[in-house]
């Protein structure tokens, strides 16, 4: 895919940030539009349907952890890639931001040329999902995991889930029983290009537990976690 292909929507409530941002983004060829407050972003991504979201988390009116929630419940967004743009890099910033269904995060002030980087990395392996299209499919007992359709059965229902963890879970119930250490999970959903959080991990199989059941997630102390199908 092009760059000129790609949309990317930038969102923040600073005129001097994405007058910087746009600026670096654009001068890369990327199709880039702009809100300041969670309104507007929600609003333009569903009119846009952006492959990427950069969203401040700090904003008036509607912050951008509850404008990642709606975005996230919207089907015709599902595949789309949202990266928390914030100030502040506490955990709970970023445990805050993953619970929302955010890919990523990056904390300002960040140099253009390294964000560029970043984005860059990003969206290939945005365009290495879209281009090359898996025919896996995962039926067990309890779960059907449709890799190329990126639908999900679990007990005779549908089930939507944010890329990160549609991932996680086909990386987990691809080999039910087998525990998958923390870093080899880390490297196979996250990549070594994205540096994130210790705690990033956990966050997700919370959420997974919470749509799917404790039971079906188990935790090896010190190691990493397991599928069952049971």
């Known amino acids: 895919m092009n760059n000129s292909n790609i949309k990317i929507l930038l969102v923040d409530d600073e005129p001097d940030i994405l007058e910087i941002i746009s600026y670096n983004l654009t001068a890369q060829g990327y199709n880039v539009s702009t809100a300041n407050n969670g309104f507007q972003a929600v609003k333009k991504a569903k009119k846009e349907q952006p492959h990427l979201i950069i969203l401040d988390v700090m904003m008036p009116e509607m912050d951008g952890i509850e404008a ?8 015709e967004l599902e595949n789309t ?26 904390t300002k002030p960040i140099k253009p040329k390294v964000l560029v980087s970043k984005i860059k ?49 086909y990386l987990l119930a691809s ?8 870093e080899d999970i880390l490297d196979k959903i996250w990549g070594n290009e994205v540096v994130v959080g210790g705690r990033t991990i956990d966050v997700h199989i919370r959420k997974l537990r919470e749509k799917l ?18």
Do not use: H, M, W
């Not at 898996?134 to 005779?156: H, M, N, Q």
């Not at 080999?175 to 923390?182: L, N, S, W």
């Open 175 to 182: 080999k039910p029983g087998k525990v998958f250490k923390r």
């Open 121 to 169: 990395s990003l969206l290939r392996r945005l365009n290495t999902t879209s281009n090359t299209p898996s025919k896996d499919l995962i039926e067990l007992d309890c779960l059907t995991i449709d890799r190329e359709a990126y639908k999900i059965v679990f007990e005779g229902e549908d089930i939507i889930l944010p890329r990160k963890e549609f991932e996680l879970l």
């Open 68 to 75: 990642c929630e709606q975005i996230r419940k919207l089907p």
């Open 213 to 230: 059941g404790d039971k079906r997630f188990k935790t090896i102390k010190g190691v990493g976690y397991k599928f069952e199908n049971k």
């Open 81 to 106: 890639l949202i990266v928390f743009l914030t100030a502040r890099g506490e955990d709970y910033s970023q445990v805050a931001g993953f619970e929302a269904g955010a890919d990523d995060y990056i």
